[in-house]
């Protein structure tokens, strides 16, 4: 932290617009009015994320999709008892099997993504 930073200052006495470049300095950083680090996380607690849990996925021509009517099936590239896939922010970060829950749809959790492999999806 020191005087190795500059600062630029217009010189009203000098039309042309050159620069005087003048040192600066700043003040001293401590950590004492710092959070502690698992204070800080609390921030992030509540920000919203989207979780989709993905069946399966197919490919079709337009002709096709056109065809489609009340009652068509559409064959997609999973098993039946395959794992679905749970992504946030269409990231994939787990996989688990529908289940039933007061006669609404959900999704037990077979197979979580490593935090290592989560890092490696980013890349």
Do not use: H, Y
């Not at 930073?5 to 001293?28: E, I, K, R, V, Y």
């Not at 401590?30 to 509540?46: R, S, T």
Request: no cysteine; aromatic share 2%; proline share 7%.
């Amino acid at each position: 932290m020191g005087n190795a930073d500059a600062t630029a200052q217009s010189d009203p006495s000098n039309p042309a617009g050159d620069m005087n470049l003048q040192p600066t300095s700043f003040p001293q950083v401590d950590n004492q009015g710092a959070v502690p680090a698992n204070k800080n996380i609390e921030f992030v607690l509540d920000i919203p994320l989207q979780v989709t849990v993905q069946i399966g996925s197919t490919r079709m021509l337009i002709r096709e999709l056109l065809q489609l009517g009340q009652g068509s099936v559409i064959e997609l590239n999973k098993l039946a008892g395959e794992p679905m896939e749970v992504l946030v922010n269409n990231k994939l970060v787990a996989r688990g099997e529908v289940v039933v829950v007061n006669e609404k749809f959900g999704i037990r959790l077979t197979d979580v993504v490593s935090p290592n492999q989560r890092i490696q999806q980013l890349g």
